[in-house]
């Protein structure tokens, strides 16, 4: 369990105000979720917006929010604790990484308490998924 990470996330969020039909649209934003034994769990990372109404900077028009935190933030995260350290491998596991300021990004620190206990020695893409293949025989797991 202490080398499992499971994340759960939406690639986007809904809006704030309803549209004719009394239902939301999609927007920007959305959550994650991460659970696991090495996960330091209990806390919020991000923030919550002070303020939801139109006059919002965040808020581009009928409840769509800018979000403040890149959707690759949590995914960062999970790759510094798996090991990955490679800047190529980075890059094909996360290639819109470079378009965020590294401040707006969660650090292994920040999500995790120790290190995964296998070493990273491969990445792999093809079309759009990639793949991390751990050095040790993974039979004890």
Not at 44 to 54: A, C, K, M, Q, V
Request: charged share 20%.
């Amino acid at each position: 369990w202490d080398n499992v990470a499971i994340m759960v996330s939406s690639d986007f969020g809904r809006t704030l105000t309803a549209n004719s039909k009394k239902g939301s649209d999609h927007a920007w934003s959305g959550n994650s979720f991460i659970m696991g034994g090495s996960v330091a769990g209990g806390k919020i990372l991000g923030e919550y917006p002070s303020n939801l109404t139109d006059n919002s900077p965040l808020n581009v028009g009928r409840g769509r929010l800018i979000p403040a935190m890149p959707f690759e933030a949590p995914w960062n995260a999970a790759i510094e604790w798996l090991g990955v350290t490679s800047a190529e491998n980075i890059n094909t596991i996360l290639p819109n990484l470079k378009s965020f300021p590294s401040e707006t990004l969660l650090q292994k620190d920040d999500v995790f308490v120790g290190d995964v206990q296998s070493n990273q020695v491969n990445c792999q893409s093809s079309d759009k998924i990639a793949s991390c293949i751990p050095k040790n025989d993974l039979s004890d797991i």
